[in-house]
């Protein structure tokens, strides 16, 4: 019910996948104590109780890019981008090439990027990994606040390519200047301190 509000009132919801597939509560800590990825780790992101015609999925292997993209089309999903950066991180980066098997309309197609082609700096993955919750939220706060510098390239990099997802017509360099323009508005850091009064007023949220 509180997701459904958060959907409701802030355009954005987190769903915690053990509140809606109960048994991944059962699992959770034999993942925790094997310490190696599982079939889980591919599970998690297909089991979405949204059901989502529209999807960006990160992967952390190259090979499992083609056979997701499949599965999420006949999961019914009509527009996707599975992607798996070349220096090992689930998602779009900024430290290599991407690889991307993008699915529309029911085709797919495979290519790479790579931060240049959109106007961004090559950096070290280094420069690009978080921390503990509270290092990581600052970090979050900082960007949208409008801080430039590693970590909000590869968060233009992502958002970017969502919004090219969510709106095929759009190309991911214009994803990326929408989104810049969107944090340099002032308007997404509106938001998270909309999405952060709302969490405040319902405990249960995790802000």
């Known amino acids: 019910a509180v997701s459904y509000e958060s959907l409701q009132e802030n355009n954005l919801a987190f769903l915690f996948a053990q509140e809606y597939h109960k048994s991944m509560k059962y699992v959770a800590p034999v993942r925790k104590q094997l310490g190696f990825r599982t079939i889980f780790n591919i599970l998690g992101p297909l089991a979405n ?3 989502p015609t ?3 999925l990160g992967v952390y292997d190259e090979t499992l890019l083609e056979p997701l993209a499949n ?9 996707a981008m599975v992607v798996h950066g070349r220096d090992g991180l689930d998602e ?3 430290a290599d090439e991407t ?3 993008e699915l529309h309309d029911g085709h797919l197609t495979k290519y790479t990027v790579t931060p240049e082609q959109f106007g961004l ?7 690009l990994v978080g921390g503990t919750p509270e290092a990581n939220a600052d970090i979050t706060r900082r960007i949208l606040a409008g801080d430039h510098g590693p970590q909000r390239d590869i968060v233009l990099l992502n958002a970017g390519a969502a919004l090219h997802v969510a709106h095929p017509a759009l190309s991911i360099q214009a994803g990326i200047d929408l989104a810049a323009k969107t944090i340099d508005d002032g308007k997404a850091f509106e938001e998270l301190n909309r999405l952060l009064a709302f969490s405040d007023k319902r405990k249960d949220v995790v802000a």
Do not use: S, W
């Open 99 to 101: 690889a991307v098997v």
């Open 121 to 127: 700096k090559r950096r070290q993955r280094a420069d």
């Open 71 to 79: 599965v999420l089309k006949k999961l019914g999903v009509t527009n």
């Open 54 to 56: 529209h999807q960006l």
């Open 49 to 51: 109780p949204a059901h």
């Open 92 to 94: 779009m980066t900024t």
